[in-house]
């Protein structure tokens, strides 16, 4: 769906160190941002969301930020661990972006 | 059973024939999706029903055709398919349209 874009195809980082994955989106009526984990030959899976009235949200590792003037959200994993190896999808209100394969070496 | 289901799990079929998705839903769901993903490629929306209702139809060939006879079941009915229709095609419920979808595991379909 060109209204999301994640424009990083794939991200490699090491054990222990930040992950971050970008989403931009073009419809500023979007109010529900979501992300969402999927691994090979599964369904994706909820892993966090955000509404527009907040600017970030944690949970555990994970923690979203949202800049709405900017069309920009970001998805933070740290410490990121080899079982976060994953493609992550943007998906404000179920407009999913291409996803970002994320792979993180032991 | 549980969460979001789908049979088969695996379907090879020719170009002339005709076969069917099945999805169940055990979540109390009121909206449920269909999608494609082709390798290499992002997931596609297909269709989007909202308590029994199509609201939503992206383009999708007409050789691709949706009945939900209620909120808890979803069909992907299938005729005259072509090769590059082979995909996983996921299926997903969320309580409201845009909410936190669940998705089943796919069925994996292969067009000889």
């Known amino acids: 769906d060109q209204q999301v874009k994640q424009n990083s195809p794939s991200l490699s980082v090491q054990e222990g160190r930040i992950s971050i994955l970008n989403c931009d989106y073009t419809?500023?009526?979007?109010?529900?941002f979501l992300w969402y984990k999927k691994y090979p030959a599964e369904g994706p899976t909820f892993l966090i969301s955000?509404?527009?009235?907040?600017d970030k949200n944690e949970d555990g590792r994970f923690t979203v930020f949202l800049n709405k003037s900017a069309k920009h959200l970001s998805l933070h994993i740290v410490p990121s661990q080899p079982g976060d190896s994953a493609v992550y999808f943007c998906a404000p209100e179920g407009r999913f972006g291409a996803g970002t394969r994320l792979t993180v070496k032991p | 059973e549980t969460g979001v289901t789908q049979t088969p799990r695996h379907l090879v079929m020719g170009m002339t024939n005709k076969k069917s998705l099945k999805c169940e839903q055990h979540?109390?769901?009121?909206?449920m999706y269909w999608y494609k993903q082709s390798a290499k490629k992002p997931l596609e929306l297909m269709f989007v029903y909202s308590l029994e209702e199509r609201v939503e139809n992206n383009s999708v060939p007409s050789r691709f055709s949706p009945e939900c006879p209620n909120s808890s079941h979803l069909f992907l009915h299938l005729h005259t398919l072509q090769p590059e229709d082979s995909a996983l095609y996921l299926c997903a419920s969320s309580q409201v349209v845009a909410g936190v979808q669940f998705f089943g595991p796919g069925t994996r379909l292969t067009v000889l």
């Open positions: 419809n500023s009526m979007f109010d529900y």
């Open positions: 955000i509404s527009s009235i907040k």
């Open positions: 979540l109390g769901h009121n909206a």
